[in-house]
């Protein structure tokens, strides 16, 4: 089985953390690490931060997340938290798609496109675009985060098949 890339793509305070700590049951919106199902045996490795705002993770520090998920046979991917800037000193969002990809993971980005707080995403072709130019085979879809967090996940879940 392929492993998955699945990326929840949103501005600050647009309700990113808490639709991942809904799909994945992590703690908090600063979460790093494993997330293990024991009933299934099962595990993704989950990074709410997104990387424009923890330092820490650069361009080797996501290829080390992408090597551990690919060796492990009990985790299916990583869940990432994504910001759409374009950083010229952290870790981009083409670039972390076009790693994925080359490691051989099955990518889906969910972009918040009516975010939980603020206006409309009005760039949301342009964001498909970007990822798209960086892996055609991307799977890509809006979410709106004015919709309960728990819907979202249920949607990703479903429309991404990460074990529920």
């Known amino acids: 089985m392929q492993k998955k890339f699945v990326a929840v793509i949103g501005y600050r305070k647009s309700g990113k953390s808490t639709i991942i700590r809904c799909l994945t049951g992590c703690e908090n919106g600063s979460f790093i690490g494993e997330i293990h199902d024991k009933e299934v045996n099962l595990s993704i490795f989950v990074h709410a931060p997104s990387p424009q705002e923890h330092i820490k993770t650069d ?81 890509i879809f809006a979410l709106n985060g004015h919709r309960f967090a728990i819907l979202n996940a249920e949607a990703i879940r479903s429309l991404s098949r990460l074990p529920s």
Do not use: W
Not at 81 to 91: D, F, G, V
Not at 111 to 132: Q, W
């Open 59 to 139: 361009l080797k520090v996501f290829d080390n997340y992408l090597q551990e998920a690919k060796k492990g046979k009990h985790i299916q991917g990583l869940v990432f938290a994504i910001q759409p800037t374009l950083p010229n000193r952290r870790l981009s969002m083409e670039q972390m798609f076009s790693l994925a990809r080359q490691r051989g993971f099955e990518s889906y980005a969910f972009i918040l496109e009516h975010p939980y707080k603020g206006e409309r995403i009005r760039n949301f072709d342009n964001i498909k675009s970007r990822v798209l130019d960086v892996d055609p085979d991307a799977k």
